[in-house]
């Protein structure tokens, strides 16, 4: 899906870079959800199913269109 790769490339391009190891264990984490559910996170603003992903979640919300 287009929408989540402009996402998910500006964060690793951006914040990505700065963040701690556990939050880049996060990402990493995130990227194996399926794409429906990262979608719903990112461009519907779902909530997300597993809490831990949430301050992740909050970080690419403000970069999605």
Do not use: N
Not at 35 to 63: K, N, T
């Amino acid at each position: 899906m287009k929408e989540l790769d402009l996402i998910l490339q500006a964060w690793l391009e951006g914040p990505y870079r700065s963040a701690t190891a556990a939050e880049q264990a996060r990402f990493a984490a995130f990227l194996e959800l399926p794409d429906p559910e990262m979608a719903a996170c990112l461009l519907a603003h779902a909530p997300p199913a597993d809490p831990d992903f949430a301050p992740l979640v909050a970080q690419l919300a403000r970069i999605a269109p």
